[in-house]
């Protein structure tokens, strides 16, 4: 099993950008798949969750902002970032799930983890 994102980057305040996941080597499908993030010093946070039944779950911090959407052809994850701000600066992770009774945005329950993508947002 992989999950390899792409797409960060350094952005000035208000700038946009789009993270990608490609997955592979899955059996079956995830029940969640979703995105996190952590900043130096803090806790890894849940960002933005799909499930199996193409249902997003947004953290507050995102909400308006950020857009998850799949392409189940490339099996591929994305989160559309729009709006950055320095607060979102963060090693953005993606991560898959197999059980309905995980809590989506908790890091906690996960299975499978990417390395990471940085992403660097300046004022």
């Known amino acids: 099993v992989q999950l390899v994102e792409s797409g960060g980057g350094s952005v000035q305040s208000g700038g946009s950008l789009r993270l990608s996941c490609a997955a592979s080597?899955?059996?079956?499908?995830?029940?969640?798949i979703g995105w996190f993030r952590q900043a130096p010093g803090k806790e890894r946070e849940g960002v933005a969750v799909i499930n199996k039944l193409a249902n997003p779950t947004y953290a507050n911090s995102g909400k308006g902002r950020f857009t998850i959407s799949q392409d189940n052809a490339k099996n591929t994850l994305y989160l559309q970032m729009n709006s950055l701000k320095p607060e979102d600066t963060a090693m953005y992770y993606c991560?898959?799930?197999?059980?309905?009774?995980?809590?989506?945005?908790?890091?906690?329950?996960?299975?499978?983890w990417g390395q990471g993508t940085q992403v660097t947002v300046s004022s």
């Open positions: 991560a898959a799930g197999f059980g309905w009774s995980l809590r989506p945005l908790e890091p906690r329950g996960y299975n499978y």
């Open positions: 080597g899955f059996l079956s499908n995830p029940i969640y």
